[in-house]
């Protein structure tokens, strides 16, 4: 899987080769991720989160922008 993350990140992590991963592997994978991605944006709060990685600001839908304030 390309463009792991979906919407909201859009750069490519990682492939998975799919003959030989594991469930367990699989799910490791995304729980890496979400902690290393996604749970920094939580306890850092969005303002922080949003100036260490800048791409994501353009990546926001108006209305998400407008909200926030930027």
Same mark, same amino acid.
């Given at each position: 899987m390309?463009d792991?993350?979906g919407?909201f990140?859009y750069?490519?992590?990682?492939s998975? *080769? ?5 469930s ?5 994978s995304?729980n890496?991720?979400?902690k290393? $991605?996604?749970q920094t ?5 969005l303002? *922080?989160?949003?100036e260490l990685?800048?791409?994501f600001k353009?990546l926001?839908?108006?209305?998400v922008?407008?909200? $926030?304030g930027?």
């Open positions: 390309e792991f993350g919407r990140v750069q490519v992590l990682d998975y *080769n799919l003959e030989k991963i594991t367990e592997g699989l799910v490791a995304i890496s991720n979400i290393m $991605l996604i944006a939580f306890d850092d709060g303002a *922080n989160y949003f990685y800048p791409r353009f926001c839908k108006k209305r922008k407008e909200y $926030l930027f």
